[in-house]
C-alpha cells in the first residue's frame, strides 16, 4: 500500500513539474527549473541559426512534449517508474539530433542546387561573354531557383562598387561550401585573364569535378543509408532478447520485468543504451557534411 501511495506520488509531482515546464514559457517570471529549460531551447536556436536551418520555440517545445508524453505512456504501460527518465533523455538529445539532420540535408540540397546553377552559367558564358552577365540571365530566366536570393546578393554587391572578387566570397561566405573554392579560384583566374574559350573549358572542368564530388556524396549517402537500416536491424533483435525474457516469472505469475526492481532497472537502462547507441550510431554512420 506504502509503495504504491509512493509511486503515485512521484508520478504526480513529475506529471505537475513537466505541465510547469510548458506553462511557464512566456512569462517573465518564471522558477529556476524553467530557466534551465528555456536556457536550452535558446541554445539550440543558436545552434540551428548557426547551421542556417529553421528551428522555432515551438518546434522545441513540441519535442519537449512528445518526449514526456512518451515516457508517460511507457510508465502507464509497464508499472515502471524509471521509464520516466527516458522522456528527460529524449527531450535533451532529441531536438539537436533533428537540427543535425535538418543541417546534412540542407548542404546536400545546397551541393546540388550549386552544381546545377553552375552547369547553367557555364553553357552561358560563351553567348554573354561576362561571369557577371551570364549571372544576370540565369537570374532572370530562374528567378525561383534554390540559388536565386544568393545570385540576386552578390550582383547587388557588385552593383554597389565591390569587386567581382569580393561578390564572390560574399558567394562562399553564403554558401559554406568547401568544394565551391576550386570553382572559385577558377572564375577569378578566367575573370583576370578574359573569359577565353579556354577559360570557359578549365570552368567546365571544375565544375565537372564538383559534379563528380556530388555523385560521389550521393553514392556515400545511400551507403550510409544502408549502414543505418542495419543499425535499426540490430537494435531490433537485441530488443528480442528482453521480449523472450518477459515470458519468464518470478513464481508467482508475475513479469519479471514489471515487477521486480532490478528487471524494471534493466529495462529503464536497455531502453536508454538503446537511445545512446542509436544517437552515436546516427553521428557514426552519417555523411560528414562538414566534408562538403
Known amino acids: 500500500m506504502l509503495i504504491s501511495f509512493l509511486t503515485a506520488a512521484l508520478f504526480t509531482l513529475w506529471t ?12 517573465r517570471e518564471r522558477k529556476a527549473v524553467g530557466g534551465y529549460w528555456r536556457r536550452q531551447n535558446r541554445l539550440l536556436q543558436e545552434k540551428a541559426a548557426g547551421y542556417g536551418v529553421a528551428w522555432s520555440s515551438r518546434e522545441t517545445l513540441a519535442v519537449w512534449a512528445v518526449s514526456l508524453v512518451t515516457a508517460a505512456g511507457l510508465y502507464l504501460a509497464t ?5 520516466l527518465v527516458f522522456g528527460w533523455f529524449l527531450a535533451a538529445f532529441l531536438p539537436g539530433l533533428l537540427i543535425s539532420r535538418r543541417r546534412g540535408r540542407k548542404r546536400l540540397e545546397d551541393l546540388a542546387a550549386l552544381a546545377d ?4 552559367l557555364v553553357a552561358r ?13 540565369q537570374l532572370a530566366v530562374q528567378p525561383g531557383h534554390r540559388l536565386a536570393p544568393v545570385l540576386g546578393r552578390v550582383l547587388e554587391e557588385l552593383r554597389l562598387g565591390s569587386g567581382l572578387e569580393e561578390a564572390l566570397e560574399l558567394w562562399q561566405e553564403r554558401m559554406g561550401l568547401r568544394k565551391f573554392d576550386s570553382v572559385v579560384r577558377t572564375m577569378l583566374q578566367a575573370q583576370k585573364e578574359g573569359w577565353s574559350p579556354q577559360a570557359v573549358k578549365a570552368l567546365d572542368t571544375a565544375v565537372g569535378a564538383l559534379e563528380q564530388d556530388l555523385q560521389a556524396v550521393r553514392l556515400a549517402a545511400q551507403k550510409a543509408a544502408a549502414r543505418k537500416r542495419q543499425l535499426y536491424l540490430a537494435l531490433a533483435t537485441a530488443w528480442s532478447f528482453p521480449l523472450i525474457l518477459s515470458f519468464f516469472s518470478t513464481g508467482e505469475g508475475k513479469n519479471v520485468f514489471f515487477s521486480t526492481l532490478p528487471g524494471q532497472a534493466l529495462m529503464a537502462a536497455y ?3 538503446s537511445l545512446y547507441v542509436l544517437i552515436k550510431g546516427q553521428s557514426y554512420i552519417s555523411l560528414n557534411v562538414e566534408e562538403l
Open 125 to 137: 558564358l560563351p553567348d554573354q561573354g561576362s561571369l557577371i552577365r551570364a549571372m544576370e540571365v
Open 79 to 83: 508499472g515502471n517508474l524509471l521509464l
Open 271 to 273: 531502453l536508454s543504451g
Open 16 to 27: 505537475v513539474c513537466a505541465a510547469v515546464l510548458m506553462l511557464t514559457e512566456g512569462r
Open 117 to 120: 546553377c553552375l552547369r547553367q
